[in-house]
């Protein structure tokens, strides 16, 4: 067992610099404005597009759950863009992102219990057509279905996409921003 987990870390730090518990990982990217979604929102502030969250969730899912992470990122060209406003830019999406979490895990919640209610009807509902076997068959089949994919909706699809987000939230101990002529 010994040899599997230093194989493992010395795998992980082909791609981190691990000290202890906490594993750093640099991200590069060209210019600021590649992470941009230029298509959404009124300017106020800029919507980051997928790309630096799925990087970020890659990282996380490839580290030992014991581990944090410190996100280093280097921009070789800000462009228009000052250091401090891409810093306020990361931290609010960061904020976007976890809003639209709670708001997709509230949606699937209410969803799952809409499918087992309806499936807990139409399952009472075939009780009454039971001397009819077809339709009762189909009825109750139905009705078990929805209560199947209700339960699945509202508890483990729900209870997966938390786990991520807290393990996400819980892996991230510091996001570093730096200018590609700033590093070492």
């Known amino acids: 067992m010994g040899k599997s987990k230093d194989l493992k ?3 992980l730090r082909n791609y981190f610099s691990i000290e202890d518990n906490i594993a750093t990982l640099k991200l590069v ?8 979604n230029p298509n959404f929102g009124d300017g106020t502030i800029e919507k980051l597009n997928d790309k630096l969250f799925s990087d970020i969730g890659e990282a996380v ?17 800000f462009g228009e863009y ?16 976890a809003y639209r979490a709670l708001k997709e895990n509230r949606k699937k919640l209410v969803s799952g219990w809409s499918l087992i209610g309806v499936g807990a009807a139409v399952l009472v509902a075939s009780y009454f057509l039971r001397n009819y076997n077809l339709w009762f068959d189909l009825i109750n089949i139905s009705g078990t279905l929805f209560v199947w994919e209700g339960v ?14 807290r393990t996400l939230a819980r892996s991230i101990k510091t996001i570093t921003i730096e200018g590609a ?4």
């Open 9 to 11: 870390m010395q795998l």
């Open 29 to 36: 990217y060209d210019t600021f404005s590649e992470l941009i």
């Open 61 to 77: 899912s490839l580290l030992p759950r014991k581990f944090k992470l410190n996100l280093h990122i280097v921009i070789r060209d």
């Open 82 to 97: 000052e250091i401090k406003e891409c810093e306020e830019i990361i931290k609010q999406n960061v904020y976007l992102a």
């Open 152 to 165: 699945n909706m509202a508890f483990i699809e729900r209870n997966l996409e938390n786990r991520v987000v």
């Open 181 to 184: 002529m700033d590093s070492p």
